[in-house]
T-cell receptor, first 112, second 111 residues
């Protein structure tokens, strides 16, 4: 158990819809990162939040957005879903400046 | 831009064998290199972390090495067991706390 929880675990959406994925970070961790992992691929960095501010972004379009709350939990929002958005979305929490990072079990998103 | 490659993509070995998984990266300016394990449909579990100033790390039957000059890391698994069957991912940490992952090696250990 890493202490990082994600919800929902599985969901199916229709192309063009919007989705919100949630992450509760490990106690005391102030940094949350989101990764997208397509089937058979390694995780790709989407963005990172530190103290409620975006602190780095990967090569993802603006329809991928996020939030971090005062308790350090986080949301990933994806608008105008496309078929290629189907993937496992992983949340990771850490303490800024430290190397230890903990991943949640992920949210499986299928876009049909 | 950091790119990470893992070879082989898949590996099947009989129980008890010693094996080596390979990871190469293009940008030697990494802060550290981590090896993760991922079971099917699950999240990632960190196995070993090697700082850029270190050459290797060991944990139980696992040993990871890092050669920044050649852009390579290896994960050595001794006396493999069926429970080691999983996908193994390496990731380099660059500036901004971003991890760049390889595509993984899918390992199957046959009883």
């Amino acid at each position: 158990e890493t202490g990082v929880t994600q919800s929902p675990t599985h969901l199916i959406k229709t192309r063009g819809q919007q989705v919100t994925l949630r992450c509760s970070s490990q106690s005391g961790h102030n940094t949350v990162s989101w990764y997208q992992q397509a089937l058979g691929q390694g995780p790709q960095f989407i963005f990172q939040y530190y103290r409620e501010e975006e602190n780095g972004r990967g090569n993802f379009p603006p329809r991928f957005s996020g939030l971090q709350f005062p308790n350090y939990s986080s949301e990933l929002n994806v608008n105008a879903l496309e078929l290629d958005d189907s993937a496992l979305y992983l949340c990771a929490s850490s303490l800024q400046g430290r190397d230890t990072i903990y991943f949640g079990e992920g949210s499986w998103l299928t876009v049909v | 831009k950091q790119e990470v490659t893992q070879i082989p993509a898949a590996l099947s070995v009989p129980e008890g064998e010693n094996l080596v998984l390979n990871c190469s990266f293009t940008d030697s300016a990494i802060y550290n290199l981590q090896w993760f394990r991922q079971d099917p449909g699950k999240g990632l579990t960190s196995l070993l972390l090697i700082q850029s100033s270190q050459r290797e790390q060991t944990s139980g039957r696992l040993n990871a090495s890092l050669d920044k000059s050649s852009g390579r890391s290896t994960l050595y698994i001794a006396a493999s067991q069926p429970g080691d069957s999983a996908t193994y991912l390496c990731a380099g940490k660059s500036s901004g706390d971003k991890l760049t992952f390889g595509t993984g090696t899918r390992l199957a250990v046959r009883p």
